[in-house]
T-cell receptor
């Protein structure tokens, strides 16, 4: 039973299209994240949600809109896709906010969604 | 703003050799994480270091943390091919986890 599952795993689309990536965690965690990994493998946080509330929006273009219907789900919708959006998008979850000073609070990552914009 | 740097970015080593990956970070933090990523795969947690002087070991990997120097090391002992992967350190701060640049480790037979 996958702890953090993302769909789709691969997404190939044309510039200008709109697409969504879905994420679900069954770990009972309070916090979920979206990270972007570029072609050089740099990992950069995009958003974090805690109990459905947006905590971090890391200067991401407003073409990217996260949505958390409940604390187990965090989806990412991208409008008007651009070539530079091509990357692997990772969803992750943790028991608490990443900066919370309480225990290990390890992030568990999904398998990633590879987005290719042509 | 918290910055996390790793070196080297790429490490090619022979089986049986020892080496160390370094992770420096720019602001105070008392928790540091090491993750492993195999090609085309997700990130897997290796170690969590929660205090100054913390040392964790698992198999041929040993991680340590010096919060005063803002430095963590990941030491590889007698490398084997199965250790080939990208290794990331990450530091917690301001409600987010900031990842280092990653070190691509290639262990040659």
């Amino acid at each position: 039973d996958t702890a953090v599952s993302q769909t789709p795993k691969y997404l190939v689309t044309q510039m200008g299209n709109d697409k969504s990536i879905k994420c679900e965690q069954n770990l009972g965690h309070d916090t979920m994240y979206w990270y972007k990994q570029d072609s050089k493998k740099f990992l950069k946080i995009m958003f974090s949600y805690n109990n459905k509330e947006l905590i971090i929006n890391e200067t991401v273009p407003n073409r990217f809109s996260p949505k958390s219907p409940d604390k187990a789900h965090l989806n990412l919708h991208i409008n008007s896709l651009e070539l530079g959006d091509s990357a692997v998008y990772f969803c992750a979850s943790s028991p608490l906010l990443a900066g919370a000073v309480s225990g290990a609070n390890v992030l568990t990552f999904g398998a990633g969604s590879r987005l290719t914009v042509l | 703003e918290l910055k996390v740097e790793q070196n080297p970015l790429f490490l090619s080593m022979q089986e049986g050799k020892n080496y160390t990956i370094y992770c420096n970070y720019s602001t105070t933090s008392d928790r540091l994480y090491w993750y492993r990523q195999d090609p085309g795969k997700s990130l897997e947690s290796l170690f969590v270091l929660l205090s100054n002087g913390a040392v964790k070991q698992e198999g041929r990997l040993m991680a340590s943390l010096d919060t005063k120097a803002r430095l963590s090391t990941l030491h590889i002992t007698a490398a084997v091919h199965d250790l080939s992967a990208t290794y990331f350190c990450a530091v917690g701060g301001s409600n987010k986890l900031i990842f280092g640049t990653g070190t691509l480790l290639a262990v040659q037979p």
